[in-house]
């Protein structure tokens, strides 16, 4: 999509890029701007008691709050302006750079997203502070990445024939806001992902059907356990902007459009979008029919996972969660059916052999194959134990402290219930402690994260028939 297209959705004002970095653009003559996401002039704001030199951005999209914490944690994210230089600063908390007591303590280290930069910062040098949740990945600033990544989400939905442009009669429509994260990736670095999302909320869904088959923990066994036996490999496919890829929409559904491109007309829908309550299950459908099409079956137990048989032998397997598609079978199988289905969709990403599915590495040997969460439970907190706590072991929790350890509970339920079931007690009574938790119960929590990072755990899936066959001839030759 070029700019005379973009400009098309929002209006013919040229655009005007802005870069924030450590020494921000400085503004000559008139009065301060306030520029939007991408660079279009907002409007113009006289501030009183801000140097002129000074850029004030329009605040991206991710809850913030005013609320300065005593201690900050690793991964909690901040913006702010520089007291000495006037500077825009943002970045994420790595670790404390200084003693908890002295002169230094509210000195940090940090990653600065402007540049990148692994160093030490002094807090209590910022001013205007904002804070995002810990480990929240939701960009709280303004940068030509993320115009671009902007652009791009938008050329997505023009590519898709997500939307027409109607007049504004006054009809009910549903409101739009940008989520834009960044994701990590072994060989890109950190990546920008901006995504427009649909407030569903806004939207009576009383009489939608909502729900969306997942895979189970139970199918990704069988199939990793039946491609092992068979001497199979297991491959994964990412469908990206998947629900963009879905059934037409069924009903009239109005978007009002984001400031940049609002002209005063309204978006009509010709297929469901992300923030809808029923996009998943469109995207579902799209997926089982696709399959269905091609001769593969849908499992009566799990309507996520689809057989494909010839003459009564099957050739292959596949199970869907969302996006993400994990498959195993034979040439014919992938030539007829796999082949068949990524061309009818845009995939993002591949793999085989040894590879990440929700949050599982799967990885191929030629004996079988073995399946664990060590990257998961690698990157798996502990719960900040706060200070001067040692001797209140029978208090209770702050409100923080009580979301905190939900979150880390779940995380661990997640893996007791893929690859670590001898954890499976503690996590259920951790979670039924959390009715009325206290500090001791806190220190649990911590305790069991202890156990899952010093000890490893994986499953083993050998391949039998090659097992069975070594087993064979190694008697074979004993007889002889």
Sequence with gaps: MNLETLQSLGGNSPRKRMRLDDTPSVVDDGPLQTLDCLGKTNRVLEEVGIEKQSIKCRKSEGKTSKFIPKTWRKGQRFQGMDKNTGNFVSGS???????ATGGNKNCYNVILDSSGMHGWFNMDTLKDIEVSGEEENVILYVTEEVQRAKEKELESWV???????????????????WVVTTKQNTVQG?????RLVARGFEEDKSILQTDSPTCSRESVRLLITLASSWGWKCHTVDVQAAYLQGNAISRLVFLKPPKEFDDGSLWQLNKTVYGLCDAAR????????ELSALGVTKCSVDNSLF??????????MVVVHVDDFLWCGTAKFQSQVI???TSKFKIGSTGSTSFTYLGLNVRSFKDGMTLDQIDYVGALEYVNRGLNRAREKSSGLSISELKECRAKIGQLGWIATHTRPDIAFDTCMLSAAMQDPSYKDLLRVNKVIDIVKVTISS???PDWAKMLSGILNVTLMQLM
């Design 307 to 316: 057989f494909w048989h010839v003459q009564n032998v099957l050739e292959g």
């Design 339 to 341: 082949d068949k289905i």
């Design 459 to 461: 499953y083993i899936f």
């Design 93 to 99: 908390i790595v670790s404390r750079a200084g003693k």
């Design 282 to 289: 469109e995207w579902y459908n799209k997926v089982s029919c």
């Design 190 to 194: 950190n990546i920008i992902k901006a």
């Design 159 to 177: 590519d898709n024939d997500v939307f027409q442009k109607v007049r504004n009669k006054g009809q009910k429509s549903i409101s739009v806001r």
